[in-house]
């Protein structure tokens, strides 16, 4: 199983940036599949951007797409998230997630998550 740890949050202007990162342990970290997904308050987390066990698959919604990266380095048991354009609608608790085991795909399913970290707080001020 993995354990997944995020930091790099903060408040930042829109059109500001800012990189996550979620740093795992556990010893199938770098077969697994990796996701962020984020929550705003009264709404329900969403996803935002996946990445498979290699690094060569990834995806986004939408919502990010041409302002969001999502990048991995196996070799520091690291993910990031690096967020540019930021805007106040992307004001949330973002989480890092790791996929079930034997899954080393990228995925959007929430589903397909079983490992995820506490979130880290991002607000986007107007």
């Known amino acids: 199983q993995v354990q997944v740890v995020e930091s790099g949050g903060g408040l930042v202007q829109a059109g500001g940036s800012l990189r996550l990162s979620c740093a795992a342990s556990g010893r199938t970290f770098s077969s697994s599949g990796m996701g962020w997904f984020r929550q705003a308050p009264g709404k329900e987390r969403e996803f935002v951007a996946a990445?498979?066990?290699?690094?060569?698959?990834?995806y986004y919604a939408d919502s990010v797409k041409g302002r969001f990266t999502i990048s991995r380095d196996n070799a520091k048991n690291t993910v990031y998230l690096q967020m540019n354009s930021l805007k106040p609608e992307d004001t949330a608790v973002y989480y890092c997630?790791?996929?079930?085991?034997?899954?080393?795909?990228?995925?959007?399913?929430?589903?397909?998550?079983?490992?995820w970290g506490l979130g880290t707080q991002v607000t986007v001020s107007s």
């Open positions: 997630a790791a996929t079930r085991p034997g899954y080393s795909g990228a995925s959007s399913y929430f589903s397909t998550y079983t490992s």
């Open positions: 990445i498979s066990w290699a690094g060569g698959i990834t």
